[in-house]
T-cell receptor, first 114, second 112 residues
Framework: AQSVSQHNHHVILSEAASLELGCNYS??????LFWYVQYPGQHLQLLLK??????LVKGIKGFEAEFIKSKFSFNLRKPSVQWSDTAEYFC????????????FGTGTRLTIIP | EPEVTQTPSHQVTQMGQEVILRCVPI?????FYWYRQILGQKVEFLVS????????KSEIFDDQFSVERPDGSNFTLKIRSTKLEDSAMYFC??????????FGPGTRLTVL
C-alpha cells in the first residue's frame, strides 16, 4: 500500500522568507501527486497537482512543486511567503488506476510571522 | 463554480446513537468518497463509492458504517452506534472523469 511522509510537522517563518515543505511517498508504480491546503477553520483546497509531463508544476497563490521520481519526492515551494499562507499543508498521493483514493501525509503546520 | 456541500456543519450526539452525515457532490461527478480527520491527525480514507456500490473501504469502515446514494444528488454516511473515538471531522469528496477530488467543508462530529 502506498504511504506519504511529511517530515516537517511545524514550520515557522517570517514574511518574505522562502518556503520548502518536504513530501516523500512510497509506491513503485505510477502515482498522482497533490498538495492541499487547509486554512484555519476552512476545508481542504487543492493547491496543485501532478499527473504526468513537466515535473515542475505551478499552483495557485505562487506555490510550485517539483516531482523527482528518483527520490520519490514532491516538495512544495514558494519563494516569498505571506502572513496569509499560515495554514496546514497536506501532501497526498493516489494511484493512477481504480478508485484513486487519496492517501494523505500527516500534514505540516505553517506559521508565518508578520 | 460548482462545489461539494455537506450538512450539518457540526453534529453533537450521545455515544450509541445513530448519525447520518449528508453530502451533495458536484452534479456530474461519478466517484464519491468519505474521509475523516481526527483532531490533530492526518486525513484518512474511509470509503469510495462508484456506480451505486462501494468500490473500496478502509479498515476503519467497519460494520457500524454504511454509505448510500438515496437519490440522484445526496451521498450519505451513516454511523449506526457512535463511539467516542468516532469524534472527528468528516469530509466528503467527489471526482469526475479527471483525477482531482473536490472536497466539501466537512462535518464536525462530536460524540459525548
Amino acid at each position: 500500500a502506498q504511504s506519504v511522509s511529511q517530515h516537517n510537522h511545524h514550520v515557522i517563518l517570517s514574511e518574505a522568507a522562502s518556503l520548502e515543505l518536504g513530501c516523500n511517498y512510497s509506491y513503485g508504480g505510477t502515482v498522482n501527486l497533490f498538495w492541499y491546503v487547509q486554512y484555519p477553520g476552512q476545508h481542504l483546497q487543492l493547491l496543485l497537482k501532478y499527473f504526468s509531463g513537466d515535473p515542475l508544476v505551478k499552483g495557485i497563490k505562487g506555490f510550485e512543486a517539483e516531482f523527482i521520481k528518483s527520490k520519490f519526492s514532491f516538495n512544495l515551494r514558494k519563494p516569498s511567503v505571506q502572513w496569509s499562507d499560515t495554514a496546514e499543508y497536506f501532501c497526498a498521493v493516489s494511484l493512477n488506476f481504480g478508485n484513486e483514493k487519496l492517501t494523505f501525509g500527516t500534514g505540516t503546520r505553517l506559521t508565518i510571522i508578520p | 463554480e460548482p462545489e461539494v456541500t455537506q450538512t450539518p456543519s457540526h453534529q453533537v450526539t450521545q455515544m450509541g446513537q445513530e448519525v447520518i452525515l449528508r453530502c451533495v457532490p458536484i452534479s456530474n461527478h461519478l466517484y464519491f468518497y468519505w474521509y475523516r480527520q481526527i483532531l490533530g491527525q492526518k486525513v484518512e480514507f474511509l470509503v469510495s463509492f462508484y456506480n451505486n456500490e462501494i468500490s473500496e473501504k478502509s479498515e476503519i469502515f467497519d460494520d457500524q458504517f454504511s454509505v448510500e446514494r438515496p437519490d440522484g444528488s445526496n451521498f450519505t454516511l451513516k454511523i449506526r452506534s457512535t463511539k467516542l473515538e468516532d469524534s472527528a471531522m468528516y469530509f466528503c469528496a467527489s471526482r469526475g472523469q479527471g483525477n482531482e477530488q473536490f472536497f466539501g467543508p466537512g462535518t464536525r462530529l462530536t460524540v459525548l
